[in-house]
């Protein structure tokens, strides 16, 4: 069975993305992500993203569209990607060490982690055709 991991890209009006840095696991920490988690059983994967942004940034997100396919994330797991807007709220970091604000021009400012790196790419191309 395949675990399905959320991931929400939030961007601003001005193009900017919120990037998320990892607490843990210790092979983790320090490394940047997309917000996100697992999706609980009976949750869909958009309930899933404004769940875990509400949880892990205290806001709530709009779902919009969807990137790429499934991104391989390790042995048994896919990680599903959505670009999103604030609805309310400003981001706090609740689980992560810090937050980021990346402008066209700083998305590759921050060490991703090699899951998100690849989506940071395909992310940047969906917004230049914006």
Do not use: N
């Amino acid at each position: 069975m395949t675990v399905v991991v959320v991931a929400a890209v939030i961007v601003d009006p001005r193009g900017r993305v919120l990037a998320a840095q990892r607490a843990e696991p210790p092979a983790l920490a320090g490394g940047w992500e997309f917000p996100g988690g697992k999706v609980d059983p009976g949750e869909s994967e958009a309930e899933a993203l404004v769940r875990e942004c509400r949880e892990e940034l205290g806001v709530e997100v709009a779902v919009g569209e969807r990137v790429g396919g499934d991104w391989a994330l390790a042995e048994g797991y896919v990680m599903r990607v959505w670009l999103c807007s604030l609805a309310d709220g400003t981001p706090v970091a609740k689980e992560h060490l810090a937050l980021r604000w990346l402008a066209p021009g700083e998305y590759y400012d921050v060490a991703w982690l090699g899951a998100d790196l690849p989506v940071m790419r395909a992310v940047e191309d969906v917004l230049r055709t914006r």
